[in-house]
């Protein structure tokens, strides 16, 4: 099957729309779990989705990659290793996701033993390593930049 090999400039289009699918099932997946076991189950406090908080935050969270999806696409040339970095690299937003669960439902429980409802601590918690993993990312990107033939960092 000529359309599953390598072409000379990297991978063909058959297999680039196989990863995007196989990307968009599997990282949609975690999200969907992730608001399951966060929103549905109550367990870090019922959400308002009506509040205009709660949209204003989502559409300025979606707003960000989408300036620097419009503003940089072009900016510069895409070899065969785009493909790996565009499929690894948002699995590190994974990690404080994973993080704020296990250890936040954890702070959540200690709270309510000492008679404390907020969720506000497991927020900070998520913001924190968001942060951390935000910032991580922006330097490794820009190592890799500047040391293109440097091994590949992940995380």
Known sequence: MAGWKLSPLG???SIK????????LHYGL??????????ESGLFG????????????????????????ITF???????????NDQFFTPYRRIIPMHLTVL??????????????????????????LKMYSDIKAHIIKHYQEENPYAPVQYL
Do not use: M, Q
Request: glycine share 10%; with cysteine; hydrophobic share 50%.
């Open 11 to 13: 991978l063909s289009g």
């Open 17 to 24: 729309c196989l990863i995007a699918g196989f990307f968009a």
């Open 30 to 39: 975690f999200h969907w779990g992730y608001y399951s076991f966060i929103v």
């Open 46 to 69: 019922a959400v308002n989705f009506s509040d205009p908080g709660i949209w204003l935050s989502c559409g300025l969270f979606f707003a960000n990659p989408l300036y620097s999806h």
């Open 73 to 83: 696409r072009h900016k510069k040339p895409k070899g065969s290793g785009y493909v």
């Open 103 to 128: 250890f936040g439902s954890i702070v959540i429980f200690v709270l309510e033993v000492i008679g404390i409802t907020s969720t506000i601590p497991v927020l900070v918690l998520f913001l924190l």
